[in-house]
């Protein structure tokens, strides 16, 4: 089955934008927040064949330019995966709303044309389902209130020292002992701020003696396991995070706060049509991709595609 399916494809917009690109994957660096891609240029590398029709390099950045928050996750491997996976399904759809007749290859294909195209194929192939009924809407709202409201947030003032991506052991070695020169510091009594202003490398918190604000706690996985033993007013041991090492003081916590049923109903019940239409939306793209002839073209691609497109 077509896992990965669901969640990509609940807002049209989105989708429409997708499928008009007609994106392929391309191997990209590490992410970077100043990625031009209007300034990219490639050649013609082919990435995926779908039915015989190709998807280029150029389609992907095409892709980019119409969806630029796609770019970070893309860099993962597993980005990478179900980025080519939506990309190939978006080919696959739309070849097969032109053999229903909803597109024309004689006509130029607009957005308008493809949005509305799309909302006929969907709805003779994966219609949103009727409403559910109010106990079941109900018994989701119980089993999902923590979807509902206002997360715990925790706020958190850091000590950052910065390891640049593909960093040496050097590199690592030197971070690593900044930070714990720092921490010896704070043992010592010196007030965190004062460190804080003094040594962090992250500049957003700097003049703010290290101050980040408020997070959701148990949404960064990294940040729930460094505070999680500890209590406002206590600081972290030595923390290795994705930008470096860390030195985390836990100030302040904001308990969550869960919507009422009767503030959240609609939208409990919209989310339950989406959630069905999507899993019909899945099984369609299943049998689609059973029937097509899908071909890892790019050499690079096809170790994370050894079992198939669809496995």
């Known amino acids: 089955m077509i896992h990965v399916m669901v969640k990509?494809?609940?807002?049209?917009?989105?989708?429409?934008s997708m499928l008009f690109a007609q994106a392929?994957?391309?191997?990209?660096?590490?992410?970077?927040?100043d990625i031009d891609v209007s300034?990219?240029?490639?050649?013609?590398v082919v990435m995926v064949r779908v039915?015989?029709?190709?998807?280029?390099?150029?389609?992907y950045v095409n892709f980019l330019q119409k969806n630029p928050t796609q770019i970070q996750t893309s860099t993962s491997k597993d980005?990478?995966?179900n980025a080519v996976r939506v990309l190939v399904a978006n080919a696959?759809?739309?070849?097969?709303?032109?053999?229903?007749?909803l597109l024309s290859d004689s006509e130029e294909i607009t957005e308008a044309k493809l949005k509305q195209a799309y909302a006929k194929f969907s709805e003779k192939h994966f219609s949103l389902p009727p409403a559910p009924a109010e106990k079941a809407v109900r018994h989701y709202y119980l089993q999902h209130q923590n979807d509902y409201g206002i997360p715990e947030l925790a706020r958190v003032s850091q000590i950052q020292f910065r390891v640049p991506e593909g960093a040496t052991p050097e590199q690592k070695s030197a971070a690593r002992k900044k930070v714990e020169a720092a921490r010896e510091r704070l043992k010592a009594g010196v007030p965190f701020a004062k460190v804080a202003e003094e040594l962090t490398e992250n500049p957003a918190a700097k003049s703010r003696g290290g101050d980040l604000g408020f997070f959701p706690r148990q949404e960064i996985s990294w940040l729930r396991d460094a505070l999680k033993d500890l209590k406002p007013g206590q600081y972290s041991r030595v923390i290795e995070s994705p930008s470096g090492y860390e030195i985390l003081l836990f100030t302040d916590i904001r308990p969550r706060l869960n919507s009422t049923y009767e503030d959240v109903?609609?939208?409990v019940a919209q989310r339950m049509q989406i959630e069905a239409q999507g899993k019909a939306r899945e099984a369609y793209l299943d049998r689609l991709s059973k029937e097509a002839k899908i071909e890892i073209v790019q050499e690079e691609l096809k170790p994370l595609f050894s079992k198939g497109m669809f496995p």
């Not at 300034?39 to 013609?44: I, L, V």
């Not at 039915?51 to 389609?59: L, M, Q, R």
């Open 24 to 33: 392929a994957l391309a191997e990209i660096p590490a992410a970077k927040a």
């Open 51 to 59: 039915n015989g029709e190709e998807i280029t390099v150029e389609d």
């Open 8 to 16: 990509l494809w609940f807002a049209p917009i989105l989708l429409v």
């Open 92 to 101: 696959l759809m739309r070849q097969r709303m032109t053999g229903d007749g």
């Open 39 to 44: 300034k990219t240029k490639p050649e013609r």
């Open 79 to 81: 980005g990478k995966v």
């Open 265 to 267: 109903r609609d939208k």
